[in-house]
């Protein structure tokens, strides 16, 4: 495998996922299918990022008490937020008795959870693994742009940070498969508008799907959807158009966690949803009880992350950005 699709031998099974989600997401669209919301975006504790590291509990013990496994049943435990050294998983998640391992995938996180998780059990080395991400509007609002209280205009090509998390629990049980995954690659296209963070990830986006279906049996009709997370309103529309341009027609089936997750305009989040929960919680809560119940076959999804950070922003650094790919299969026999 140089660069190509991991073929999974040792297949995960998604076993069981939960989502915990703010007033804002719950008021969204999707807001019917979330298991779990708090009117109080602090989430009964005093700072954003408490209330963060509350999120990814809550999720990871909702995700637990549906597989009715306990948190000793887990091999390995894989998390990551949008915060400084991931101080929301690691303070969130150290009351589970647990192997844990941190990740910072940006808003690709979700995606690089479970491409590693399905490579650490295809290759015999766990029988069950957890993944867990998050994000907070107010805590990234304060380390990557401007504390709330400065009132800073949003430009129309800005996104709005999620407030949720997302949970997945990987067996070897279950209607969901993990079947196939693919490593993103490093890409910057020398984008430096924080403000823009779709047209820094597209290209990341676009580079996974091209090399995917380079080396695929499948074209792009094969799949009943092709998601992104998260490149909203401006991403997804240059992702879709530069495809086409090299002969990859998915606007008939992509769609991004993104622009699901909120109601653009009665909501006024601009070009739509980002961060690492944004994803999380479309998947767990949406997608993957659709794929459980037959009513999706397969899928592909690619989280998107900007891979920058505050000090590189202020320094005047491009976003560099990338695009971890994993195909979720369904197992349920009325397929």
């Known amino acids: ?128 693994c957890a993944v867990v991400t998050s994000s907070h509007y107010c805590s990234s609002e304060r380390q990557f742009r401007f504390p709330l209280e400065y009132g800073g205009q949003r430009t129309p090509t800005a996104q709005w940070t999620t407030t949720g998390a997302g949970a997945f629990i990987l067996k070897d049980e279950g209607n969901v498969e993990i079947s196939e995954g693919m490593i993103g690659k490093i890409i910057d296209k020398g984008i430096s508008d924080i403000n823009n963070m779709g047209a820094a990830m597209a290209p990341a986006a676009i580079d996974t799907i091209k090399r995917y279906f380079l080396e695929s049996e499948h074209s792009p009709e094969f799949f009943d959807l092709i998601i992104t997370g998260d490149l909203g309103y401006e991403g997804s529309e240059i992702l879709k158009d530069l495809l086409l341009k090299d002969g990859i027609d998915i606007r008939n089936n992509h769609i991004d966690c993104g622009l699901m997750l909120f109601d653009r305009k009665a909501q006024d989040v601009h070009a739509g949803g980002s961060g690492c929960g944004c994803s999380a919680i479309v998947m767990a809560s949406d997608i993957i009880p659709r794929l459980a119940s037959g009513e999706l076959k397969s899928v592909l999804f690619l989280g998107t992350g900007a891979l920058m950070s505050p000090v590189s922003l202020f320094q005047g650094g491009t976003i560099p950005a990338i695009a971890h790919l994993v195909r979720l299969s369904s197992l349920n026999s009325h397929n």
């Open 1 to 128: 495998m140089k660069n190509g699709i991991l073929k999974f031998k040792r297949k995960p099974k998604i076993i069981s996922s939960y989502s915990v989600v703010g007033h804002m997401e719950k008021s969204g669209p999707l807001g019917e299918l979330f298991d779990e919301y708090s009117n109080d975006d602090k989430f009964g504790k005093n700072s954003w990022e408490k209330a963060e590291s509350e999120m990814q509990k809550r999720a990871f013990s909702g995700a637990l008490n549906k597989s009715g496994l306990i948190d000793t049943e887990i091999d390995v435990l894989l998390a990551g937020d949008l915060l400084n050294q991931c101080v929301g998983s690691n303070y969130g998640l150290s009351c589970f008795d647990v192997g844990y391992l941190g990740l910072y995938g940006a808003c690709s996180t979700c995606s690089e959870g479970l491409l590693i998780g399905a490579s650490l059990y295809s290759g015999g080395v766990v029988d069950s």
